[in-house]
């Protein structure tokens, strides 16, 4: 069977400006909480590779744009780094960043490929942290004007911009579940963080309307399918409580301009709604997007607590629900995460039924893999996993769009292997392989068959099952 796409798919991948510019002191740039917490725990981090170098596309961005243009993209998402651009987080600009991120965009467009531009990807600049971070709101109008100073510099050539990437996971890992910094647990602070992302979203989005520049605005959300073990009534409230919790809290703002009722009616039960102030209510209206980002890696399997809590523990999304493990499942042993392609389908299939059909497209979808050198074959990595992977999860989008699903596009994650946080180089996701030794790239198999999907609007399956 022939997979045909719609005409002017945007064929593409994504990455970070924390994760493959490296030169993190360099170029007048100030630290991220990541190079911060880099120098004072580096044990935390996977082979103690922390964010200094990453995959150097602050030196080798040309012949990496070469590459992308190689592998036939037509569009590539990246972030700008905050405090690279405003190094104190609210003073002067950095000419030196103007200048590479310029460098970046028009080479971009030189090579007929769109930049799609994140503010901001879990990099929060040391100086902005050192006041609360997402905690404080003078931290919020900080990142409102950063949006302006972005729009401005750039707004003339980039026609697709992001507030922000995953907004949620600064929330779990840095409030929740100790696996970013500030490394904090406490439920209440947590739900503060993630409404002032809101609240920073909307003023961002509120200032690109004002200026009326042209393009379109969106953000980047990892939406995670909950699915229910059984249909018993306290299964599926456990389903609707992650839902809530992890998915809508940000995709109801941004799409419609507003809380859920029961996820408000459920954080006033457990005393955890944050402080609100007048204002705030007309301001998310305001942030309404004009496109939809998704990332899609894996389901939320859930099921209804099987113990009782200990009330001497601090309240917990699990005091809600608890984790189930589908007998049967595939899964990805090196990530430990299930891999369910229909879930990306049953995405797109939400946000038409129960969403006014956004205009979106798939931001993010990869697998990552250990130790991939075991799969050299004749100097290149022979990724079929990866080319399974992709072309299994092409088809459920092929048959949420051939449904009616308003999906525009789909990027892979990522280009190139690249750092990934606390992880450093330990799976491995690209397109193309990178030598750390040497920095040499080199395009694998998944590339190859990429570039000529891409280059073909589509995939015929008996190619994809023959390679």
């Known amino acids: 069977m022939k997979y045909v796409f719609p005409e002017h798919f945007w064929w593409g991948s994504a990455s970070s400006a924390l994760q493959t ?14 190079d911060n917490w880099y120098a004072n725990e580096p044990w935390r981090f996977h082979q103690q590779v922390g964010p200094q170098e990453t995959s150097t596309f602050y030196r080798n961005w040309r012949q990496d744009i070469a590459l992308l243009k190689q592998l036939n993209h037509n569009s590539f998402r990246t972030s700008l780094s905050w405090s690279r651009l405003i190094p104190d987080g609210t003073g002067e600009v950095n000419p030196q960043a103007v200048a590479f991120y310029n460098n970046v965009i028009d080479e971009l467009l030189a090579q007929g490929i769109k930049p799609f531009i994140t503010l901001f990807h879990f990099d929060m600049p040391m100086a902005m942290q050192e006041k ?3 905690e404080n709101r003078d931290v919020v ?12 510099l750039f707004g003339d050539r980039v ?5 922000f990437n995953e907004p949620i996971v600064p929330v779990e890992g840095g409030y929740l579940y100790d696996f970013h910094y500030p490394n904090v647990v406490d439920f209440k602070r947590a739900a503060t ?3 002032h992302t809101v609240l920073a979203h909307a003023s961002a989005v509120q200032a690109f309307r004002a200026g009326l520049y042209a393009g379109e605005i969106g953000i980047v959300l990892n939406l995670t399918p909950s699915y229910p073990r059984s249909q018993n009534p306290a299964d599926v409230s456990a389903a609707h409580h992650a839902d809530l919790l992890f998915n809508r809290s940000f995709l109801d703002p941004v799409l419609r301009g507003e809380y859920p009722a029961d996820l408000v009616a459920l954080l006033k039960t457990w005393d955890q709604l944050p402080a609100c102030r007048p204002g705030d209510r007309a301001l998310i209206a ?7 980002g998704v990332n899609y890696y894996q389901p939320r399997r859930v099921k209804c607590r099987d113990s009782a809590v200990n009330p001497l523990a601090p309240f917990m999304p699990e005091w809600l629900f608890e984790n189930y493990e589908m007998p049967g499942r595939k899964m990805n042993p090196y990530r430990g995460w ?3 392609e229909p879930g990306i389908y049953d995405i797109l299939t939400n946000l038409r039924v129960n969403y006014d059909n956004p205009r979106c497209f798939i931001s993010e979808n990869g697998m990552g893999v250990e130790n991939e050198q075991r799969f050299a074959e004749n100097g290149q990595i022979n990724d079929r996993y990866r080319i399974e992977f992709v072309s299994e999860h092409l088809k459920w989008l092929h048959k949420g769009i051939s449904e009616g699903s308003n999906c525009l596009g789909y990027h892979m994650w990522t280009f190139i292997d690249n750092w990934s946080w606390c992880n450093g180089y330990k799976n491995r996701y690209g397109l193309v392989q990178l030598d750390l030794a040497s920095q040499q790239r080199t395009v694998k198999k998944s590339g190859e068959w990429f570039a000529a999907t891409a280059a073909d609007n589509g995939f015929n399956e008996q190619e994809t099952n023959d390679d």
Do not use: N
């Open 193 to 195: 963080v993630a409404y």
């Open 21 to 34: 510019e490296g030169d993190s002191r360099q170029g007048g740039k100030s630290p991220t909480i990541w």
């Open 159 to 163: 026609m697709h911009w992001f507030t």
């Open 338 to 340: 299930e891999i369910y």
């Open 286 to 292: 305001e942030g309404k997007i004009d496109l939809l």
């Open 141 to 152: 109008a900080a990142f409102s004007r950063y949006a302006q100073v972005c729009f401005e």
């Open 132 to 134: 609360g971070g997402w």
